[in-house]
């Protein structure tokens, strides 16, 4: 089982992209994500559906999410989840973006 070791996130505001941040969650509580989007009636289940398969695929079975999407395409949000998760589990030491 992967641990979230902080809180991190992936991604920006812009048009067509999307900003997610992941932090640890409460033991035993699963997964819980937040999702704000413009297009959230029409896309809101895929989008969340994408962002849980990847934390399940990690082992991530504790985390809380909170997604801003603002229209970004699925290559876009698996980059960001993929990301978001690498930041939050590397050791302090190795965090990808720190040399």
Do not use: C, W
Not at 44 to 66: F, K, N, Y
Not at 82 to 88: C, F, G, K, L, N
């Amino acid at each position: 089982m992967a641990l979230i070791q902080r809180p991190a996130q992936a991604g920006t505001l812009e048009s067509s992209d999307i900003l997610i941040m992941i932090a640890p969650g409460e033991p035993g509580k699963g997964i819980v994500i937040s999702l704000e989007s413009p297009v959230q009636k029409q896309f809101g289940r895929r989008i969340t559906s994408i962002v849980t398969r990847h934390l399940q695929q990690a082992d991530i079975q504790d985390a809380e999410v909170h997604i801003q999407d603002r229209g970004a395409l699925d290559y876009a949000i698996e980059a960001r989840i993929e990301t978001a998760i690498a930041r939050a589990t590397a050791p302090a030491d190795k965090e990808p973006g720190n040399a």
